[in-house]
C-alpha cells in the first residue's frame, strides 16, 4: 500500500467478500450437519423440515458480517493494517473452506463455532498494538501455519479420534492469525 488508505466503499467491496464466501461456506456445513451431506440436491430435495436451520444458520452469518463490516469500514484505526488483516482473512477462509469441501463431516461442526463470530473477535483484536513486529509476524504466519496443521489432522486417521480435543486450537490459531495480520505494512 506504500502508506496510502483504503477508501471506505473499497472496504465494503473486499468485507463484502468475506461475508459472502463465509455465508457460502456456512451453507456447505449447515447442509451437512442438518442434512447429513454436502450435495445440492440433498438441501433443495430431501432437506425438508432442516431447511430452514440451515437459512438461518447462513442468514446469522450474513447479518454479523453486514453489521460488523459496516463498523469495521469505517473506523480509522483500520485504515493502516486492513490490507494485510484482510489478506490473513482471507487465507484462513480459503484453509476452512478446502477442508469444508473436502471432510465435511469431521470439520462442520468446528467451522459453524468459527463463523459464528470467532473470526469477528479476530479482527476486533487486530487493530490493538498495530505497529510492525515480529510478535505479529510470528503470530499472523505461525498460525497460519498451526490452522494448517490442525485442519490437516482431519486427514489423519490416527487423528480422527481426537477430532473435537484440538478445536480450541483452531479457534486460537484463527483468531491469533488475523490478530497478527493487523499491522501496518
Not at 91 to 115: C, E, H, N, Q, R
Given at each position: 500500500?506504500?502508506?496510502?488508505?483504503?477508501?471506505?466503499g473499497?472496504?465494503?467491496?473486499?468485507?463484502?467478500?468475506?461475508?459472502?464466501?463465509?455465508?457460502?461456506?456456512?451453507?456447505?456445513v449447515?447442509?451437512?450437519?442438518?442434512?447429513g451431506?454436502?450435495?445440492?440436491?440433498?438441501?433443495?430435495?430431501?432437506?425438508?423440515?432442516?431447511?430452514?436451520?440451515?437459512?438461518?444458520?447462513?442468514?446469522?452469518?450474513?447479518?454479523?458480517?453486514?453489521?460488523?463490516?459496516?463498523?469495521?469500514?469505517?473506523?480509522?484505526?483500520?485504515?493502516?493494517?486492513?490490507?494485510?488483516?484482510m489478506?490473513?482473512?482471507?487465507?484462513?477462509?480459503?484453509?476452512?473452506?478446502?477442508?469444508?469441501?473436502?471432510?465435511?463431516?469431521?470439520?462442520?461442526?468446528?467451522?459453524?463455532?468459527?463463523?459464528?463470530?470467532?473470526?469477528?473477535?479476530?479482527?476486533?483484536?487486530?487493530?490493538?498494538?498495530?505497529?510492525?513486529?515480529?510478535?505479529?509476524?510470528?503470530a499472523?504466519?505461525?498460525?497460519?501455519?498451526?490452522?494448517?496443521?490442525?485442519?490437516?489432522?482431519?486427514?489423519?486417521?490416527?487423528?480422527?479420534?481426537?477430532?473435537?480435543?484440538?478445536?480450541?486450537?483452531?479457534?486460537?490459531?484463527?483468531?491469533?492469525g488475523?490478530?497478527?495480520?493487523?499491522?501496518?505494512?
Amino acid at each position: 500500500m506504500g502508506g496510502k488508505s483504503i477508501e471506505a466503499g473499497h472496504k465494503a467491496v473486499l468485507f463484502a467478500a468475506t461475508v459472502v464466501v463465509k455465508t457460502s461456506l456456512m451453507v456447505l456445513v449447515a447442509t451437512q450437519v442438518f442434512c447429513g451431506n454436502i450435495d445440492p440436491r440433498t438441501l433443495f430435495l430431501q432437506c425438508g423440515d432442516n431447511y430452514p436451520f440451515v437459512a438461518a444458520s447462513a442468514a446469522a452469518v450474513a447479518l454479523m458480517g453486514i453489521i460488523f463490516g459496516r463498523y469495521i469500514a469505517r473506523l480509522k484505526s483500520f485504515n493502516k493494517i486492513f490490507p494485510n488483516m484482510m489478506k490473513t482473512d482471507f487465507i484462513i477462509t480459503a484453509m476452512y473452506f478446502g477442508v469444508g469441501f473436502t471432510a465435511p463431516d469431521l470439520v462442520a461442526s468446528k467451522v459453524m463455532i468459527w463463523l459464528f463470530g470467532t473470526w469477528i473477535l479476530g479482527m476486533l483484536l487486530a487493530p490493538f498494538n498495530s505497529e510492525r513486529s515480529a510478535l505479529k509476524k510470528v503470530a499472523e504466519y505461525g498460525s497460519i501455519a498451526a490452522l494448517g496443521a490442525f485442519l490437516g489432522l482431519h486427514f489423519v486417521p490416527q487423528f480422527q479420534e481426537l477430532q473435537s480435543s484440538y478445536t480450541i486450537g483452531m479457534m486460537i490459531s484463527s483468531i491469533v492469525g488475523v490478530f497478527g495480520g493487523g499491522r501496518q505494512r
